[in-house]
Every structure is written in structure tokens, then in C-alpha cells.
């Protein structure tokens, strides 16, 4: 069985800045794309971005210039580097992987973790 799980979330400050880890446990092989997304109370689940295998980025227009995701493959961990927090970015923030392969062949896709509160508050 595989896990995603989420650290580095909390209280912070506006203007502060916070790093948010997903790693993924387990006996995995590869993970194609990781994302980081985030639900505030009565919203629905919202994209923030998104890192291929390959290192290329997509980010919601949203946290363009204060967000930085990434993520180091050999330890099957993403993270994101949370910039200039503002009182909107508080939410729940989810780690999802589209499809991990395991190393004896077996494959889960869509799979998230459990998520990390931010609130970002004076």
C-alpha cells in the first residue's frame, strides 16, 4: 500500500511564509505528476499547482509569483514554498499524485493525501 502524507502547515502571519511537504511512502517505482491543491470552508477543491516527473510547473493564477512547487523524485517527496501569504490562502491544502507505479507493478491513480491546515491570520 502507498501513502501521501502532508506536513508543514499552521498559523501564519499575512505577508509570512510557510513550506509544505508531501511524501509518499510505500514501495514505489515512479509518480507521474504531483499537485498541491486546497479547499477553504464552503468551497469546493481548488487546483494550486502542479510538478511533472520532469520538473515542469503549472500554477493557479491565484499564487503565480508567491508559490513555488517542486519536488525531489528520488525521495518521492513535493513541496511548496508558500510566499506573501494572504488571509484567502487559508484552507485545507491536499497533496495528489495521478498515478504512482509500484515496484511490483501495481498502480493507483488519483490518490491524495490527508491534507495540512493553513491559516494565514493576523
Known amino acids: 500500500q502507498v501513502q501521501l502524507v502532508e506536513s508543514g502547515g499552521g498559523l501564519v502571519q499575512p505577508g509570512g511564509s510557510l513550506r509544505l511537504s508531501c511524501a509518499a511512502s510505500?514501495?514505489?517505482?515512479?509518480?507521474?505528476?504531483m499537485g498541491w491543491y486546497r479547499q477553504a470552508p464552503g468551497k469546493e477543491r481548488e487546483l494550486v499547482a502542479t510538478?511533472?516527473?520532469?520538473?515542469?510547473?503549472n500554477y493557479a493564477d491565484a499564487v503565480k509569483g508567491r508559490f513555488t512547487i517542486s519536488r525531489n523524485n528520488a525521495k518521492n517527496t513535493a513541496y511548496l514554498q508558500m510566499n506573501s501569504l494572504k488571509p484567502e490562502d487559508t484552507a485545507v491544502y491536499y497533496c495528489?499524485?495521478?498515478?504512482?507505479?509500484?515496484?511490483?507493478?501495481?498502480?493507483?491513480?488519483?490518490?491524495w493525501g490527508q491534507g495540512t491546515q493553513v491559516t494565514v491570520s493576523s
Open positions: 495528489n499524485a495521478d498515478k504512482i507505479l509500484s515496484r511490483d507493478g501495481r498502480r493507483w491513480f488519483d490518490y
Open positions: 510505500g514501495s514505489i517505482f515512479s509518480i507521474n505528476v
Open positions: 510538478i511533472t516527473s520532469g520538473g515542469s510547473a
